[in-house]
């Protein structure tokens, strides 16, 4: 199975902005959706955002709506997440994932493919 691979994290400070990437190397993953979700340490996995591959319907979590913009470029299989004005609390590592099969695209245990994150740390 072919994983998908995150970059892009960093460390940034408060107000700053960054952008993740999420790609597939060199192979077609077929997906209905794929999801951005973050871990801080400590605490459970949340869900970030999400994207439908065949509408492009995006969803967001309450804590990154009009901050944060999931995209994808289904020809290049990429997917991306610009998130602006970033806070200490956006602090995580940053996963994403993908669904082979229809689900919720805002249900993290719909996702089965998942990449092994990459880090983000805002500093105040």
């Known amino acids: 199975q072919v994983h998908p691979v995150e970059s892009g994290g960093g460390l940034v400070q408060a107000g700053d902005s960054l952008r993740l990437s999420c790609a597939a190397s060199?192979?077609?993953?077929?997906?209905?959706?794929m999801t951005w979700s973050r871990q801080a340490p400590g605490k459970e996995r949340e869900f970030v955002a999400a994207?439908?591959?065949?509408?492009?319907?995006?969803y967001y979590a309450d804590s990154v709506k009009g901050r944060f913009t999931i995209s994808r470029d289904n020809a290049k299989n990429t997917m991306y997440l610009q998130m602006n004005s970033l806070n200490p609390g956006d602090t995580a590592v940053y996963y994403c994932?993908?669904?082979?099969?229809?689900?919720?695209?805002?249900?993290?245990?719909?996702?089965?493919?998942w990449g092994q994150g990459t880090q983000v740390t805002v500093s105040s």
């Open positions: 060199g192979r077609t993953f077929p997906s209905y959706a």
């Open positions: 994207i439908r591959r065949s509408s492009g319907s995006t």
């Open positions: 994932a993908t669904q082979s099969r229809t689900g919720s695209a805002s249900d993290l245990t719909s996702y089965d493919n």
